[in-house]
Nanobody, 125 residues
Framework: QVRVAESGGGSVQAGGSLRLSCTAS????????MGWLRQTPGNDKIFVAH????????YYADSVKGRFTISRENFENTVYLQMSSLRPEDTAVYYC??????????????????WGQGTQVTVSS
């Protein structure tokens, strides 16, 4: 059974930084493509960042380009989201998600097969 678990959320002032971590377990010998998405109350989940199964390719939403960096441990299903220059509009619940197969639709929430429970990030002005 695949399990996805995030950690590292919290509260920070605008301009500050946070690093989120995520591990997907339960698939011995296999690697997932991984993504981060976020959700605010009353809204759907939206794409933030994605990394391919081997780490060679990364993709970002325009709103976070140049401020957020997604990375992964070599040969592991552990990924990170380094968030810098945070803004109040980055406040959301951040979800880590895993794809069994690399999907060109990485920006669509329904392209992910497994989800974590989410971690709250709050940025105050």
């Amino acid at each position: 059974q695949v399990r996805v678990a995030e950690s590292g959320g919290g509260s920070v002032q605008a301009g500050g930084s946070l690093r989120l971590s995520c591990t997907a377990s339960g698939r011995p010998g296999g690697r997932f493509a991984m993504g981060w998405l976020r959700q605010t109350p009353g809204n759907d989940k939206i794409f933030v960042a994605h990394i391919s199964w081997n780490g060679d390719n990364t993709y970002y939403a325009d709103s976070v380009k140049g401020r957020f960096t997604i990375s992964r441990e070599n040969f592991e299903n552990t990924v990170y989201l380094q968030m810098s220059s945070l803004r109040p509009e980055d406040t959301a619940v951040y979800y880590c998600a895993a794809q069994v197969y690399n999907s060109a639709s990485y920006f669509m929430p329904n392209s992910y097969d497994y989800w974590g429970q989410g971690t709250q990030v709050t940025v105050s002005s």
